[in-house]
């Protein structure tokens, strides 16, 4: 268990990439989230360790509210973990706020025995934990406590009362730049999705999308990765029928590996879609067929900037899903300030259709509680990656 308080510190220059200015921060929520002087600050204090098997109490502390990070911070999972309790500590420091204390419990021994002590130990907020199957696991003990979770995890399978989820939801990235596409002029649509849950998924929102948008689907095709099904998949395709945009809802190499055989395959002239897994991986801008593809994702100019004093402080790089702890701590530090030390969370103020921002960029949670959060739409180009229109500022009331 590692216990952090907050301390006043120097934030990060915050800067949003592209087209995207530093209002969208303040503009949209008000969060405590003030630039500051680009200046290194110094390392964060020396966490307090504890091993399984010790108990000890926290510190008795009136003024400030206790909030739980479940995440492994052993085991295979340690270096995501990690990454996400350190921006954890970094949003502390960014936002000077002295009225929250993060506590880190280790998920890799347990989710059951850490949120058990999590509990045990007076903490009256969840961040994590980070998959769906400790979520699975962790929403009944902390329903029954009437403690929220804010879960790093994106499987809605899991959702229930008090559990709400921050991670990225394929069918929000499909579903944008089907939108975009449709508005486009496209109105004929294929896809190549991978064989498993979020080849499932991306498939269902693909074809709930353009059946929204009054499009056509001509074909869905699957792939298990192997070289020789993807090249199957793009046959079956191309003897389909002619379609105006194709989505490839798979990584960035995959995509790279596709779109040649899809040019040479009948989609010639198509336009290749793709979705957020693309985001911040530089390889798709090295394959001409992927030259004038279009992929939804967050913003991740504020992120690059976090990972840059992220580098600086921990001398390594963070995971991309560091930015959710960073997001979750500017959440609670701004519901903090009408939450009264020692009562339950107000979870009714997570609802606020207004929405929160962050490094991510806007966001807010949905009826059943998933973070719906504004997409941008970007193209690749020749070694560039280039903003064609940005994420919405917020979303109004």
Not at 3 to 31: K, N
Not at 152 to 172: E, K, W
Not at 253 to 263: F, G, I, K, M, S
Request: aromatic fraction near 6%.
């Amino acid at each position: 268990m590692t216990d952090t308080g907050s301390m006043p510190q120097a934030g990060f220059t915050t800067r949003i990439r592209r087209s995207a200015g530093l209002a969208m921060l303040a503009a949209l929520a008000g969060c405590a989230v003030v630039p500051k002087p680009d200046r290194a600050p110094p390392p964060p204090p020396p966490p307090t360790t504890q091993g399984p098997d010790v108990i000890a109490p926290l510190p008795t502390d009136t003024a400030r509210h206790r909030v739980a990070l479940l995440v492994p911070m052993t085991g295979a999972n340690a270096g995501v973990g990690r990454s996400i309790a350190n921006a954890t500590t970094m949003a502390l420091f960014d936002t000077r706020t002295e009225k929250v204390r993060i506590t880190t419990y280790d998920t890799a021994a347990g989710i059951v025995p850490a949120v058990r002590k999590a509990l045990a130990e007076g903490n009256r907020l969840i961040l994590g934990p980070l998959t769906g199957e400790d979520v699975r696991a962790a929403a009944p003990l902390a329903r029954a406590a009437n403690v929220p979770m804010l879960s790093f995890s994106n499987d809605a399978t899991v959702m229930g009362p008090g559990t709400y989820l921050m991670g990225y939801i394929p069918a929000q990235a499909v579903d944008r730049v089907v939108s975009y596409a449709h508005g486009r002029g496209m109105n004929s649509f294929a896809a190549l999705v991978p064989k498993g849950i979020y080849g499932e998924r991306a498939g269902n929102a693909f074809l709930a999308a353009v059946r929204k948008e009054g499009g056509t689907v001509v074909a869905l095709e699957s792939f298990d990765r192997s070289p020789g099904s993807v090249a199957a998949a793009i046959r079956k395709l191309s003897a389909s029928s002619s379609y105006d945009a194709i989505l490839i809802a798979d990584l960035g190499r995959v995509a790279l590996q596709a779109a040649p055989l899809v040019r040479a395959n009948g989609g010639a002239k198509a336009r290749i879609l793709g979705t957020e897994l693309w985001n911040t991986d530089q390889s798709i801008t090295t394959g001409p067929a992927l030259r004038g593809a279009w992929f939804a994702s967050v913003s991740d100019g504020l992120y690059r900037q976090f990972s840059v004093k992220y580098r600086q402080r921990y001398q390594a790089a963070p995971y991309r899903l560091a930015s959710l702890g960073y997001d979750a701590v500017l959440l609670t530090v701004r519901i903090a300030d009408g939450w009264k030390v020692g009562t339950p969370f107000p979870a009714t103020r997570l609802t606020d259709r207004e929405g929160f921002a962050g490094l991510d960029g806007a966001f807010r949670f949905d009826e059943r509680g998933v973070a719906e959060r504004a997409l941008e739409v970007s193209e690749v180009g020749t070694g560039t990656v280039t903003v064609i229109e940005a994420a919405p500022r917020g979303f109004g009331k």
